[in-house]
């Protein structure tokens, strides 16, 4: 069966007027319940990720910083969200959530993350609502214990990937691929395997077309055995922090391109939903509902 990582503590609390939709949290999985696209068996609630795990991603002394709740002001500025200890817990879980989701997609094909994709969190840093970097840490621990050989990581969030590319800059044996509004946070790139930097107002043809046309070539040059997939929403027109103009249509149609290529690669995919801050909490989740909807329909047989 497919495994969904969910737990209570995902929609964390936050201070009133704060931009980041936590409710999407909660609304996800209730919406993939009401509509019967998944029963509650689906769900398991990821307990807490090991110290030494994150470790193998994150330098010491930043991981220290934040476990001791001592990360200075300016850096807790820089993340966006209070430091306190429930939303380290829920960082920890939502990090063990991928982990255990990977493992999931080894044995079954494929696995989701109802939250993840904080790929801004670098070695030694946090931003862009990011603490810890759920997928380089995932992809890691597959490469050091033995699970997986060659890893691929396909993030389509609208905003880089540079906490990723940053960890993950010195390991050749995973592959970093973001694509990306080019004049959009964070404005200080990091350097992926493969960047493709969009114009403001890219909408779905020219997205597509790129696309299409970058998978084949991805699988050529790396021949992964894992693929993870940061699955962001903020690539929708509706997006206030996205500055591209895809259609709700478009951004399916990138999700079954990405499980297709997978299919046919008879490639395991982790999905970690990242980005989505329409002011429309509807848009947000419809789309990232039909992440789930499209994966469980190409790969959710296997």
Same mark, same amino acid.
């Given at each position: 069966?497919?495994?969904?990582?969910?737990?209570? &503590?995902?929609? #964390?609390?936050?201070?009133?007027?704060?931009?980041?939709?936590?409710?999407?949290?909660?609304?996800?999985?209730?919406?993939?319940? #009401?509509?019967?696209?998944? %029963?509650?068996?689906?769900?398991?609630?990821?307990?807490?990720?090991?110290?030494?795990?994150?470790? &193998?991603?994150?330098?010491?002394?930043?991981?220290? +910083?934040?476990?001791?709740?001592?990360?200075?002001?300016? $850096? +807790?500025?820089?993340?966006?969200?209070?430091?306190?200890?429930?939303?380290?817990?829920?960082?920890?879980?939502?990090?063990?959530?991928?982990?255990?989701?990977?493992?999931?997609?080894?044995?079954?094909?494929?696995?989701?993350?109802?939250?993840?994709?904080?790929? #801004?969190?670098?070695?030694?840093?946090?931003?862009?609502?990011?603490?810890?970097?759920?997928? *380089?840490?995932? *992809?890691?621990?597959? !490469?050091?214990?033995?699970?997986?050989?060659?890893?691929?990581?396909?993030?389509?969030?609208?905003?880089?990937?540079?906490?990723?590319? +940053?960890?993950? $800059?010195?390991?050749?044996?995973?592959? %970093?691929?973001?694509?990306?509004? $080019?004049?959009?946070?964070?404005?200080?790139?990091?350097?992926?395997?493969?960047?493709?930097? &969009?114009?403001?107002?890219?909408?779905?043809?020219?997205? &597509?077309?790129?696309?299409?046309?970058?998978?084949?070539?991805?699988?050529?040059?790396?021949?992964?055995?894992?693929?993870?997939?940061?699955?962001?929403?903020?690539?929708?027109?509706?997006?206030?922090?996205?500055?591209?103009?895809?259609?709700? *249509?478009?951004?399916?149609?990138?999700?079954?391109?990405?499980? +297709?290529?997978?299919?046919?690669?008879?490639?395991?995919?982790?999905?970690?939903?990242?980005?989505?801050?329409?002011?429309?909490?509807?848009?947000?989740?419809?789309?990232?509902?039909?992440?789930?909807?499209?994966?469980?329909?190409?790969?959710?047989? !296997?």
């Amino acid at each position: 069966m497919i495994k969904i990582a969910y737990h209570p &503590l995902y929609a #964390h609390p936050l201070p009133e007027g704060h931009r980041f939709p936590m409710l999407k949290y909660e609304l996800i999985p209730e919406q993939l319940l #009401h509509e019967g696209v998944i %029963t509650p068996d689906y769900l398991f609630e990821p307990d807490r990720v090991d110290e030494e795990i994150v470790l &193998l991603s994150h330098e010491l002394a930043y991981w220290a +910083q934040l476990r001791d709740f001592t990360l200075p002001q300016r $850096e +807790q500025r820089r993340i966006g969200f209070p430091l306190n200890a429930q939303l380290l817990e829920r960082e920890l879980r939502i990090t063990q959530g991928t982990i255990d989701g990977a493992l999931f997609a080894k044995e079954h094909g494929l696995a989701f993350n109802v939250a993840g994709g904080t790929h #801004h969190a670098g070695s030694n840093w946090g931003e862009g609502f990011c603490l810890l970097n759920d997928q *380089a840490i995932a *992809a890691n621990y597959l !490469l050091k214990r033995g699970f997986c050989k060659r890893i691929l990581i396909i993030d389509l969030d609208v905003h880089q990937g540079n906490g990723t590319a +940053q960890i993950l $800059e010195n390991e050749p044996a995973i592959f %970093t691929f973001s694509m990306h509004g $080019e004049k959009n946070f964070p404005f200080r790139k990091e350097v992926s395997d493969l960047d493709i930097g &969009l114009d403001v107002g890219t909408g779905d043809d020219v997205y &597509l077309s790129l696309l299409a046309h970058t998978l084949p070539d991805l699988y050529e040059k790396h021949r992964p055995d894992f693929v993870f997939y940061l699955s962001g929403v903020d690539v929708l027109s509706s997006d206030k922090l996205g500055k591209l103009a895809m259609t709700k *249509a478009g951004c399916k149609e990138r999700d079954k391109m990405v499980f +297709q290529f997978c299919k046919e690669h008879g490639l395991p995919v982790q999905v970690s939903m990242g980005g989505g801050y329409s002011p429309l909490i509807k848009d947000i989740v419809e789309a990232h509902c039909n992440t789930f909807k499209t994966g469980l329909d190409l790969l959710g047989s !296997l």
